[in-house]
C-alpha cells in the first residue's frame, strides 16, 4: 500500500514524469493523501462513475504509467480522459454517492476507507480535474 499518494496538475506526460523522483513539489497544483492503492482507486472510480469493469480497464492499460515502475518504488501515472470526464461532469450528490461506494467496496477487500475521507478524496480530485481543465492540462498521479 503507498504511503504518499499526490495528484497533481501538469501540462503534459513529459512534464509529469519530472515529478518521479522528488514528487510535484510546490512546482504543480497538488493534493496529498496517503495510506489506499490509488491505482486501484482511479479504476474503482472510473467503474463507478462510468461504468466498464475492472478487468476491462486493467486490460486497456489503466492506468497508463508515465514513469517509473510499478514495483514498490515511486511511479507516475495519468488519470485517464474518461474519469476525468466523468468526475468533471458528475453532480455533487453523484460523487458523494461513488465515494460511499468505493469505501464499501475497499471494506469488502480488507482495507478501511471511511466514508467522509472517501469523499473528500473524489471531491477534491473532481475539483482538481476541473481546474486543470480550466488551464487545458491533465492530472496526474504521484506514488511512493
Excluded at 496538475?9 to 514528487?23: F, I, K, N, R, Y
Excluded at 504543480?28 to 492503492?37: A, K, Q, Y
Excluded at 497508463?64 to 507516475?76: E, F, L, P, T, Y
Excluded at 472517501?118 to 471531491?123: K, S, Y
Aim: charged content about 20%.
Amino acid at each position: 500500500m503507498s504511503i504518499i499518494v499526490k495528484f497533481f496538475v501538469a501540462p503534459d506526460d513529459t512534464s509529469a514524469a519530472l515529478a518521479l523522483q522528488t514528487g510535484p513539489g510546490r512546482t504543480f497544483e497538488s493534493l496529498s493523501f496517503g495510506n489506499f492503492d490509488p491505482e486501484e482507486a482511479v479504476i474503482e472510480w472510473e467503474c463507478l462513475l462510468a461504468g466498464g469493469s475492472f478487468e476491462e480497464l486493467v486490460d486497456a492499460g489503466e492506468p497508463r504509467i508515465v514513469a517509473g515502475q510499478d514495483n514498490d518504488g515511486c511511479v507516475v501515472f495519468a488519470i485517464s480522459p474518461r474519469l476525468s470526464a466523468a468526475l468533471v461532469d458528475a453532480e455533487p450528490s453523484r460523487l458523494r454517492d461513488v465515494a460511499a461506494s468505493w469505501s464499501q467496496l475497499r471494506a469488502e477487500g480488507g482495507e478501511v476507507v471511511d466514508t467522509e475521507i472517501a469523499e473528500a478524496i473524489v471531491g477534491d480530485l473532481a475539483g482538481l480535474v476541473s481546474s486543470a481543465r480550466l488551464h487545458d492540462q491533465s492530472v496526474y498521479c504521484w506514488v511512493a
